[in-house]
């Protein structure tokens, strides 16, 4: 079977999440297709737990070419309740020949308190 080709990811832009007062996010931030109105946007809290998650400070896009051509995105942000502790949403994005966007891997939280979910 012959390797699956990777598309070319367009260009695009970052939005961050809004903020509220304190300087909390209360959205999660966005990557957006320059040429289109598609956009894809952090995933929102999976947990079994009432508190919400916004992933929405400090986004970071990172393009990492493949060998056998195209790229692919690799999306991040951060959330902040105002104490110490931070959450990064990490995501690995490929832009489908079908023109979708699509998260190749699971759910993948880090902490800066030395944990990790995936």
């Not at 966007?101 to 880090?110: A, G, K, Q, S």
């Amino acid at each position: 079977m012959p390797p699956t080709s990777i598309a070319e990811f367009p260009p695009f832009t970052m939005h961050p999440g809004t903020q509220d007062a304190d300087g909390e996010p209360t959205r999660h931030a966005r990557l957006c297709l320059i040429q289109s109105t598609q956009c894809f946007t952090l995933s929102a809290n999976k947990e079994e737990s009432k508190l919400q998650f916004f992933f929405g400070l400090d986004p970071k896009a990172e393009r990492l070419p493949v060998t056998s051509g195209g790229s692919l995105i690799f999306f991040s942000g951060t959330f902040s309740g105002g104490g110490s502790g931070t959450s990064d949403n990490l995501t690995l994005l490929q832009y489908g020949p079908d023109g979708a966007i699509t998260d190749l891997l699971p759910e993948v939280r880090l902490s800066n308190q030395s944990e990790r979910r995936f």
